[in-house]
């Protein structure tokens, strides 16, 4: 495996592109910061606006919206506390997205899934936002995302073309908090409305289970985790030629069974 460490003397940038490699961490920090940093990037080459996309919160049973130091502590609190959902959050069309967050109704998605987002919807008071400038900081939740799937699951709910799910609704967390600890006062419930997407560049070990990933940079800290550990192993030995047939074999077959159906049931 040493010879797979990255460093000035053993990889040149002739065998291995780490520009567009994902990062595979332990580390939620570096994974946060790689995903920031990976979005700006690729907008910039890609000539395309980076959305960033604010939550709607509330407090309480009036919904009303919260005050300065309400926002304060939300902002303070973390992904745990808010059940995996952010503040803010940074997409553009056609990045790879990852879905951090999954509402139970949301059966055409699962937690963890990787997709490409194919088209942001903006709502009215973003319409006539200025995109020129790179960074687009958005007022409200966009109206809908359209995310596009290489593998569409049956009996999904497409979009304008094969494959694309349409996300309408955001995710939808309660959680509570203290707006001023020092004056001791009473929580609130906040109740926050996000879409659970985030950026795809980066996974933490966790999120990297089950992933096909084409090229990866593996985060090797002084903490040696077990899944890390496993990836390694894999990378070591290589893959699997039966494996890899049998996983052509199964492409070709869903391939021929899309046919079949196609010709069979035409889309009107």
Known sequence: MKHLIISSENVSSSTFDSTNAALVTPRNAVRIQWNQKAIRRWCAENGRPLFIIPSHDTVGKTQRLPNSKELRAISKCREDQTGELVSEVELAEGIPVMVAFRRKKETSLSKG????????????????????????????????????LDHPPPKVIEGPERGEIPVKLPSVRRFRIQPDKTRKESTVTITQEQYGLVAAFAFTDYQAQGQTIDSVIIDITQRQYRSIQRICRHLASGVDEDLAAEDTRLEELSQSTRARYETRHPST
């Open 113 to 148: 899934a990787s997709e490409i987002i194919k088209h942001i919807v903006l709502s009215n008071d973003d319409a006539d936002a200025d995109q020129t400038g790179g960074i687009v900081k958005l007022k409200q939740l966009p109206k809908v995302i359209f995310l596009q």
